[in-house]
């Protein structure tokens, strides 16, 4: 007898058996789920191709496909009419919004279940999108300590006092096995034209950028209309009219007036963690992050003096404390999300 099943109701029965380190979930019900490439270039090399040559004799006449982004997404029964695209920072990859080092349930399942449609994205030389076409050199130096520091874990050997992250030792060695290096040199104009190229398959959406993906965010925003709002976690870097970027900013050169106030046409909020000090520090990694958060600040002003509507959130200051650079991996994750959902609900973007 031959049994026909709908993809909803496969999904629905994998649902069942699905478990997180050994707590039982809530079957998650999709209409679809797929994988798809975005944006991207064609390399070519000169001479003339043998189809007769064995397929390890270098030879020229050929392309190469690469630059383009890597995305996973998954689409719930009753969609809402946003969707969700998510980006990763640096050295990760679209890992770090699905799980957390100690195996909870990741970000982008929360929403999910909340009945967004999610677009995972790997950005072009990372992860599933490692073909490039522009070699770089991919070192092997350890640097996990340096990552602890950074990411305001604490001050390695040792954790910030009540930081929200898991301190046992499997927790922090699977999160240094998310770390993922660029596999060719890619610019980040080839990141914004692969992620608007994403939107253009995504629809309309809610764009989520988490560290080095902030600068490549607001650009993605300037240049793609689909893009309705901006939830960004911790950017790195700002983008600024001419003539008025900050010492220090990591955005790049100013932009024209008439491409910055497009961002002021959206919603964006911005979550920073705890452990940024007030005043400078013998810590680098700590000034580094207190610069950040200033130049957040000020961006924001510039933002809403032209009109806009953009926030701010530093967790401290509302209560929320311990959390890292990875906020959306820290152990009060559904903490954060339930806040961000408020927000979501303000700006009436959670239809």
């Known amino acids: ?34 994988t798809f490439s975005a944006g991207g270039t064609v ?78 994205v790997d950005q072009p030389g990372r992860g599933l999108a490692g073909q490039a076409t522009k070699p770089a050199q991919i070192t092997a130096i350890p640097d996990d300590q340096t990552w602890f520091t950074q990411f305001r874990i604490g001050l390695y050997p040792n954790f910030n006092e009540g930081v929200q992250f898991p301190k046992d030792s499997l927790s922090l060695d699977k999160f240094f096995r998310m770390m993922t290096p660029n596999t060719g040199a890619v610019e980040e104009a080839t990141i914004v034209n692969s992620m608007s190229a994403v939107f253009d398959k995504s629809g309309k959406g809610i764009l989520f950028t988490h560290s080095a993906g902030g600068a490549p965010g607001w650009k993605t925003a300037i240049k793609n209309e689909n893009v309705k709002a901006i939830v960004a976690f911790e950017p790195g870097g700002f983008v600024f009219p001419e003539g008025q970027v900050p010492e220090g900013n990591r955005g790049g050169r100013g932009i024209p007036m008439e491409d910055f106030k497009k961002l002021t046409k959206i919603p964006i909020v911005i979550y920073f963690g705890d452990y940024i000090p007030e005043t400078e520090t013998n810590a680098a990694s700590l000034n580094f992050w207190r610069n950040v958060l200033a130049t957040a600040r000020q961006w924001a002003k510039v933002v809403n003096a032209n009109g806009g509507d953009a926030a701010v959130v530093h967790l401290p200051e ?28 303000e700006k009436g973007l959670d239809k």
């Open 1 to 34: 007898m031959n049994v026909k099943l709908s993809s909803a109701i496969l999904v629905t029965i994998l649902g069942v058996c699905t478990y997180t380190y050994g707590q039982k979930q809530k079957p998650l019900i999709l209409s679809s789920q797929g």
């Open 43 to 120: 390399a070519k090399s000169e001479g003339t191709f043998d189809p007769l040559k064995a397929w390890n004799v270098p030879q020229g006449g050929q392309s190469r496909h690469g630059d383009h982004a890597d995305v996973f997404y998954q689409i719930p029964i009753k969609s809402k009419k946003l969707s969700m695209v998510f980006l990763h920072g640096y050295g990760q990859s679209r890992r770090s919004w699905q799980t957390t080092a100690d195996g909870r349930e990741g970000f982008s399942d929360m929403f999910l279940r909340k009945g967004y449609s999610t677009y995972l």
């Open 318 to 345: 509302i209560g929320i404390k311990g959390n890292t650079h990875f906020i959306m991996l820290d152990l009060n994750s559904k903490e954060i999300a339930d806040h961000l959902m408020r927000w979501l609900k």
